[in-house]
């Protein structure tokens, strides 16, 4: 399919034509899971602007008392669940036909990082345009966000290329893998916070922690889930629960599971054991409701747009932030900022009324300009791209050279993923971050990215 300006999302004819054996579940958790992140990033955003530079702030900073608000909009650990859960589906079905691992691995990873290379090559060139302009100062903190959350695709690919484990077992065995994965969490931020080892070893939670969902969705896939007791299930979320209060109380983990400005601990990067256990207590609600969300994932009025979400799921994630930063701008440009002061801490605080009712404002302009950007570039999602979707002339190499190039791939795709997130593109592509004593670069590490999808490419796509 060829890409086509403003093209209409055939939201409609996919939700009609939805398999009748599909867990229509999983795809509901995923499509609401990325609402509330795309939401709840332009809700928590708190921009002040002293002497034309931006300081940026987050509302649950601005009042503590709604970081236990987190416990329940944090959701990102159910789009692991829900990716576990479609990966392990996929990955059985490939099986079935006789399909081979870099192959499956290939598919897989196309999908994301094809989005992700165009993403890349726009805000690669606003950024350059940005470094070239503008002051430093003043570009610098936004610019920055622009690959932030790029770190969920390579975790996501990573998580992912760990679904041949994932097999099918008993509750019981099942139970076991859950524990250890918690404990290997726990360890790791032993080590991080008790121990003179440094704490560079918290990346490695990066993919322990978010495998905890990924490996619960697999369960569901293969119906392990529904052979455990309801009243089990409950107890293991209150006693995830009352575990990680424990651990609030008495240890250095923050009590919000997202990151706040100015904390020396954040519990999502990296990730922490008290998002583990939450994305354990977030399952067992999940399962707990879940024929309730059956039954509403099968009105039209709510399943088309999941559909609509799902499809377009890649656009949405990686473009909704620069809409953001955009917004934030122009309403800084023509002198629309919202009432924003600083905290005695330096951070910025709403001032007074006159901020919700500008937010109002703000988010409406904000919806509609996501609204655009998405209709304009989802074609991209599902479009081959030239060459790197074209058959390699290559001979293919052999099923063990193959696994474990793919399988090194999704690891270089992983650490390139990170390092933006880390790096960001403020003075792209020149700008150097030091970190843990190795100096990064942005530019750098899209060259290892696509280094990366090359390898994945090479050892899985089909051969002319």
Same mark, same amino acid.
Do not use: K
């Given at each position: 399919?060829?890409?086509?300006?403003?093209?209409?999302?055939?939201? #409609?004819?996919?939700?009609?034509?939805?398999?009748?054996?599909?867990?229509?579940?999983?795809?509901?958790?995923?499509?609401?899971?990325?609402?509330?992140?795309?939401?709840?990033?332009?809700?928590?955003? &708190? *921009?002040?602007?002293?002497?034309?530079?931006?300081?940026?702030?987050?509302?649950?900073?601005?009042?503590?008392?709604?970081?236990?608000?987190?416990?329940?909009?944090?959701?990102?650990?159910?789009?692991?669940?829900?990716?576990?859960?479609?990966?392990?589906?996929?990955?059985?079905?490939?099986?079935?036909?006789?399909?081979?691992?870099?192959?499956?691995?290939?598919?897989?990873?196309?999908?994301?990082?094809?989005?992700?290379?165009?993403? =890349?090559?726009?805000?690669? &060139?606003?950024?350059?345009?940005?470094?070239?302009?503008?002051?430093?100062?003043?570009?610098?903190?936004?610019?920055?966000?622009?690959?932030?959350?790029?770190?969920?695709?390579?975790?996501?690919?990573?998580?992912?290329?760990?679904?041949?484990?994932?097999?099918?077992?008993?509750?019981?065995?099942?139970?076991?893998?859950? &524990?250890?994965?918690?404990?290997?969490?726990?360890?790791?931020?032993?080590? +991080?916070?008790?121990?003179? /080892?440094?704490?560079?070893?918290?990346?490695?939670?990066?993919?322990?922690?978010?495998?905890?969902?990924?490996?619960?969705?697999?369960? #569901?896939?293969?119906?392990?889930?529904? +052979?455990?007791?309801?009243?089990?299930?409950?107890?293991?979320?209150?006693?995830?629960?009352? =575990?990680?209060?424990?651990? /609030?109380?008495?240890?250095?983990?923050?009590?919000?599971?997202?990151?706040?400005?100015?904390?020396?601990?954040?519990?999502?990067?990296?990730?922490?054991?008290? =998002?583990?256990?939450?994305?354990?207590?977030?399952?067992?609600?999940?399962?707990?409701?879940?024929?309730?969300?059956?039954?509403?994932?099968?009105?039209?009025?709510?399943? +088309?747009?999941?559909?609509?979400?799902?499809?377009?799921?890649?656009?949405?994630?990686?473009?909704? =932030?620069?809409?953001?930063?955009? &917004?934030?701008?122009?309403?800084?440009?023509?002198?629309?900022?919202?009432?924003?002061?600083?905290?005695?801490?330096?951070?910025?605080?709403?001032?007074?009324?006159?901020?919700?009712?500008?937010?109002? *404002?703000?988010?409406? *302009?904000?919806?509609?300009?996501?609204?655009?950007?998405?209709?304009?570039?989802?074609?991209?999602?599902?479009?081959?791209?030239?060459?790197?979707?074209?058959?390699?002339?290559?001979? !293919?190499?052999?099923?063990?050279?193959?696994?474990?190039?793919?399988?090194?791939?999704?690891?270089?795709?992983?650490?390139?993923?990170?390092?933006?997130?880390?790096?960001?593109?403020?003075?792209?592509?020149?700008?150097? *971050?030091?970190?843990?004593?190795?100096?990064?670069?942005?530019?750098?590490? /899209?060259? !290892?990215?696509?280094?990366?999808?090359?390898? /994945?490419?090479?050892?899985?796509?089909?051969? #002319?």
């Amino acid at each position: 399919m060829a890409p086509t300006v403003f093209a209409p999302v055939p939201s #409609r004819r996919a939700a009609a034509e939805t398999p009748a054996d599909r867990d229509r579940v999983v795809d509901l958790v995923r499509a609401t899971s990325l609402v509330v992140v795309v939401a709840g990033h332009s809700i928590m955003a &708190v *921009v002040a602007w002293p002497g034309g530079v931006p300081v940026l702030g987050n509302l649950l900073a601005a009042y503590p008392w709604t970081q236990v608000l987190t416990w329940v909009l944090q959701i990102m650990p159910l789009f692991f669940f829900a990716g576990g859960a479609a990966s392990a589906i996929s990955w059985a079905r490939h099986r079935a036909r006789g399909g081979e691992y870099p192959a499956w691995i290939w598919a897989r990873a196309d999908r994301l990082l094809r989005p992700a290379f165009v993403y =890349l090559v726009v805000a690669g &060139v606003i950024a350059a345009m940005v470094t070239a302009l503008a002051s430093p100062t003043a570009s610098e903190p936004l610019m920055n966000l622009l690959t932030q959350l790029l770190w969920f695709l390579g975790v996501y690919l990573i998580v992912t290329a760990l679904t041949p484990l994932f097999v099918p077992t008993t509750p019981g065995r099942a139970a076991l893998v859950v &524990v250890a994965l918690l404990l290997a969490c726990g360890l790791v931020d032993g080590a +991080r916070f008790f121990t003179g /080892i440094p704490a560079v070893v918290g990346l490695l939670n990066f993919v322990l922690v978010w495998t905890v969902p990924a490996y619960l969705g697999s369960l #569901r896939a293969h119906g392990v889930l529904d +052979r455990v007791p309801r009243w089990m299930i409950g107890g293991v979320a209150l006693g995830c629960v009352g =575990l990680n209060l424990a651990l /609030i109380s008495h240890g250095p983990w923050p009590l919000s599971m997202v990151g706040m400005p100015g904390a020396e601990v954040s519990n999502m990067a990296p990730p922490t054991i008290v =998002l583990a256990l939450h994305s354990v207590v977030l399952v067992c609600v999940v399962t707990l409701l879940d024929a309730p969300l059956a039954r509403l994932a099968s009105v039209p009025s709510a399943w +088309r747009p999941a559909t609509w979400v799902n499809l377009v799921a890649m656009t949405l994630y990686l473009w909704h =932030l620069p809409v953001l930063v955009a &917004v934030t701008t122009l309403a800084h440009v023509v002198a629309l900022d919202r009432p924003v002061g600083l905290g005695d801490d330096g951070w910025p605080v709403p001032d007074g009324w006159g901020y919700l009712l500008g937010s109002l *404002v703000f988010w409406a *302009v904000y919806a509609a300009g996501v609204w655009a950007v998405v209709r304009l570039m989802w074609p991209f999602e599902h479009a081959p791209l030239v060459w790197w979707d074209a058959r390699p002339r290559s001979r !293919a190499p052999s099923l063990r050279t193959a696994s474990w190039v793919a399988a090194l791939g999704c690891v270089g795709v992983g650490v390139s993923t990170l390092v933006l997130s880390g790096t960001g593109l403020a003075g792209f592509p020149w700008r150097i *971050v030091d970190y843990a004593g190795l100096p990064l670069s942005a530019a750098g590490a /899209i060259v !290892a990215l696509v280094l990366s999808g090359l390898a /994945i490419r090479w050892a899985g796509a089909p051969r #002319r």
